[in-house]
């Protein structure tokens, strides 16, 4: 499985943007995507996940302003994020998982700034 991230970039605070996640490959044998982000010195962390039966779960942290979605012809996911705050200021990955599974793909730079 291969994984293409982009839509990251620079964004005002309080604006949105929505990443896009594209998997190609062996996409049938994928149980679930999700989106993680990374601040240097400090830990990967847990954005979003969806399923293959398209259920979705956030980490409290990131309820309310994070939403995950997916669009099955395009074997596409999406992570719209709203409200964004500096502090969200991070290199946003994606992940497959699945039998056999656990694919990631290159990071794609969200900037929070003024």
């Known amino acids: 499985v291969q994984l293409q991230a982009s839509g990251g970039g620079l964004v005002q605070p309080g604006g949105s943007l929505r990443l896009s996640c594209a998997a190609s490959g062996s996409i049938t044998s994928i149980e679930a995507m999700g989106w993680y982000r990374h601040v240097p010195e400090k830990q990967r962390e847990l954005v979003a996940t969806?399923?293959?039966?398209?259920?979705?779960s956030y980490p409290d942290p990131m309820k309310g302003r994070f939403t995950i979605s997916r669009d099955k012809t395009e074997n596409t996911v999406y992570l719209q994020m709203n409200s964004l705050k500096p502090e969200d200021t991070a290199v946003y990955y994606c992940?497959?998982?699945?039998?056999?599974?656990?694919?990631w793909g290159k990071g794609t730079l969200v900037t929070v700034s003024s």
């Open positions: 992940r497959a998982t699945g039998y056999g599974i656990d694919a």
């Open positions: 969806i399923t293959s039966g398209g259920s979705t």
